[in-house]
């Protein structure tokens, strides 16, 4: 990859990363913009700009198909895809953070509860639209396990109060189809046939929201593998990126599918435009940091964006079923939430996501070089 699409993907990874955690932040503490008196423009910008958290999601899942399916095509062509390589790759991604995270959460909850035991039974999920359920009741066992082995919305709900968690048994996969459906598709003669009814199969088996997703992935992974980028398709990407965020928030009535693909699609087109530059005109190694712990703050911020309100609730400060209208104040602790969280993900991700590839390289020496 160029420079410059390196630069790229880790600005865009710290910015979706940002996004789903602003906008959580604001679904917890601020009215719902319906419900906001006399809107400042302002207002407007800040709602707005807050409100695409799950298209982040998605844009996510677009980012993965590149660096990962990419690869996979790539190796896949020359002969050159371990299995047992890309398995420890993806499982030491995934898991660097992911354990970790899933403690956090209990403890987080665990604590949270006591403090504000309403906003962890559920009776608040009308006011909070980010909430759907108790998040006791996800606190179980047998939830924590189904977790660790991704299967939450598979088998089990997402555990506690994590709900971000879902993407990553979506993540995962797409992890394990993704190299299956590429080897059938690069194959020749009578083993390609095995394409067709292996792509029917799985739009068969897999959810609506999930198969949509693993289109998304792999239409990533193939544009990793074109440069037909310009300048001129940067631009035309950021103007479309921009027009689609504003048709999202028009609310026109369109197929669920049409609504949800209208930001990743933008994406596509504009990370389609980087992939044809050289170095760029925003290296800086202030992207590369700010990857360095995107994955830790999206797993780790929603357990932590409950918590504190949980401690506002505690002393008074903050009441699930009375949301505050946009305001200084109101403006001021939705930046105070969303700088401890990256703060505390940073933190954490020093000794978690930071340590990946120590992580990456002690699985392959027990596991790969005996064999």
């Known amino acids: ?69 990419g690869k996979v095509i790539q190796r896949m062509t020359v002969n050159k895809f371990n299995a047992m390589s890309y398995a420890i790759d993806r499982f030491s991604r995934l898991y660097s953070v992911y354990v970790f995270a899933l403690l956090f959460t209990l403890v987080c909850d665990t604590v949270g509860s006591k403090l504000t035991p309403a906003l962890y039974d559920g009776s ?65 003669g009578s083993t390609r046939l095995v394409f067709v009814p292996l792509v029917f199969i799985i739009a068969w088996i897999l959810p609506p929201f999930m198969l949509f997703g693993f289109l998304l992935w792999f239409a990533g992974a193939l544009l990793a593998r074109v440069k037909i980028g310009s300048v001129l398709l940067v631009v035309v990407g950021l103007l479309l990126l921009l027009a689609m965020m504003l048709l999202n928030k028009l609310y026109v009535e369109l197929p669920w599918y049409l609504h949800k693909v209208l930001v990743p699609f933008g994406f596509f087109v504009l990370l389609a435009g980087v992939t044809g530059l050289g170095a760029g005109i925003w290296r800086s190694q202030m992207w590369r940091k700010l990857a360095e712990f995107s994955y830790s703050t999206y797993l780790l911020h929603y357990p932590l964006v409950v918590i504190l309100c949980a401690i506002l609730g505690f002393f008074g400060l903050y009441d699930p079923g009375e949301k505050m209208q946009p305001s200084g104040f109101s403006a001021i602790l939705v930046l105070i939430f969303t700088l401890v969280s990256l703060a505390t993900a940073w933190l954490l991700a020093r000794i978690t996501e930071g340590r990946t590839p120590e992580f990456r390289a002690f699985l392959k020496r027990r596991i790969v070089t005996p064999f």
């Open 1 to 69: 990859m160029s420079p410059a699409v390196v630069d790229f993907l880790n600005l865009s990874r710290f910015l979706a990363a940002l996004a789903v955690l602003i906008s959580h932040v604001r679904a917890f503490l601020l009215v719902d913009y319906g419900s906001v008196e006399d809107p400042h423009p302002l207002t407007s910008i800040l709602y707005f700009l807050s409100g695409f958290g799950p298209e982040a999601v998605l844009v996510f899942f677009v980012i993965s198909g590149y660096l990962v399916g």
């Open 124 to 188: 608040y999920q009308s006011q909070l639209t980010t909430v759907n359920g108790s998040f006791v009741e996800r606190n179980s066992v047998s939830t924590f396990l189904g977790n660790l082995f991704m299967l939450q919305t598979i088998v089990v709900p997402t555990f506690g109060s994590n709900g971000p968690l879902w993407s990553l048994a979506f993540e995962t996969t797409y992890y394990i189809l993704g190299p299956v459906v590429i080897w059938a598709a690069i194959q020749e």
